[in-house]
């Protein structure tokens, strides 16, 4: 069964840097895209990016290029986002998702991440 | 980017009774392979979405067979024959044809009446 499961719930400040992960269980990790989608409170989901764990290849939408990093460590099957200065626009729900080719098959639980001072 | 836009945005239906749901492309989702990348989804409150439709009408497995996609080119429909408690939530559509970005819809909220 594959199983996405994401790090907890995480309360930062303005500026603080973050780093949350992903780990894959059930099926090929190496052979997905693994990627990130945003959801602001009452909004819909937006895709922020991904990346192939096999070579470290990673895509962002335009909107996020810049502003997050998506990385992975192949030999643990994880992947993971990162900020180096956080804002309370950043404040949202973060679900990590596998990529078929044009495809978006499995989410995981979704980890909350608040930015207030 | 492809905009994907949904109607109607909500949706209040009589347990037992039928639903459609619309998403339409600003582009065409026939992608290079010949296969068509629109997939449906459904987000309960308080929960992950769970995906229901892919290709616009393959079912994923465990889906009942309520749910029918159907469409083509820009033009998309979920349909629920007989709608259950069970399936209240937002339905968004999504578009892999044309990436990056993957894009969404903005959902249909389905409540019963």
């Known amino acids: 069964e594959v199983q996405l499961v994401q790090s907890g719930a995480v309360v930062k400040k303005p500026g603080e840097s973050l780093k949350i992960s992903c780990q894959g269980f059930?099926?090929?990790?190496?052979?997905?895209?693994i990627g990130w989608v945003r959801q602001m409170p009452g909004k819909g989901p937006e895709w922020m990016g991904f990346i192939w764990p096999h070579d470290s290849d990673s895509r962002y939408s335009p909107s996020f290029q810049g502003q997050v990093t998506i990385s992975v460590d192949k030999s643990i099957n994880t992947a993971y986002l990162q900020w180096s200065a956080l804002k309370a626009s950043d404040t949202a729900m973060y679900y990590c998702?596998?990529?078929?080719?044009?495809?978006?098959?499995?989410w995981g639980q979704g980890t909350l991440v608040t930015v207030s001072a | 980017d492809v905009v994907m836009t949904q109607s109607p945005p909500s949706l209040p239906v009589t347990l037992g009774q039928p639903a459609s749901l619309s998403c339409r492309s600003s582009e065409s989702l026939v992608y290079s392979d010949g296969n068509t990348y629109l997939s449906w989804f459904h987000q309960r409150p308080g929960q992950s979405p769970r995906r229901l439709i892919y290709?616009?009408?393959k079912r994923d497995s465990g889906v009942p067979d309520r749910f029918s996609g159907s469409g083509s080119d820009t033009d998309f429909t979920l349909e629920i024959s007989r709608v259950e408690a069970d399936d209240v939530g937002i339905y968004y559509c999504?578009?892999?044809?044309?990436?990056?970005?993957?894009?969404f819809g903005g959902g249909t909220r389905v409540e019963i009446k």
């Open positions: 290709q616009v009408s």
């Open positions: 998702a596998r990529f078929p080719t044009g495809e978006l098959d499995y």
């Open positions: 999504m578009q892999g044809a044309h990436w990056p970005p993957f894009t």
């Open positions: 059930g099926y090929k990790f190496n052979n997905y895209w």
